[in-house]
Nanobody, 115 residues
Framework: QVQLVESGGGLVQPGGSLRLSCTGS????????MIWHRQAPLKQREQIAGIVTGGASAYAKSVEGRFTISRDAANNAVYLQMNSLQPEDTAVYYC?????????WGQGTQVTVSS
């Protein structure tokens, strides 16, 4: 059974940092393009970061320079390091794995940025 599980969310003050983890079971994440999305209340879901199998990454302008996506093949995981968090980063964060016609998503983890 294929499963993606996000973790690491929580409450953080503005300017703080969090690292989200996405761990996979039933699939090898190193074979997939990995993507992080987020959805804030009353807003459309937004793709914020992605990393292809070769290691190249890309970011939405809203997070570029603050967020970093990375892989950990040994632990079958992908991370999203989030720095300089702001209230507008408050959202549910989802990781996804994509390869050709395959697409898998986790259940999401809540990130709340508030003082």
């Amino acid at each position: 059974q294929v499963q993606l599980v996000e973790s690491g969310g929580g409450l953080v003050q503005p300017g703080g940092s969090l690292r989200l983890s996405c761990t996979g079971s039933g699939l090898s994440l190193s074979r997939y393009t990995m993507i992080w999305h987020r959805q804030a209340p009353l807003k459309q879901r937004e793709q914020i970061a992605g990393i292809v199998t070769g290691g190249a990454s890309a970011y939405a302008k809203s997070v570029e320079g603050r967020f970093t996506i990375s892989r950990d093949a040994a632990n079958n995981a992908v991370y999203l390091q989030m720095n300089s968090l702001q209230p507008e980063d408050t959202a549910v964060y989802y990781c996804g794995a994509q390869r050709m016609s395959e697409s898998y998503w986790g259940q999401g983890t809540q990130v709340t940025v508030s003082s």
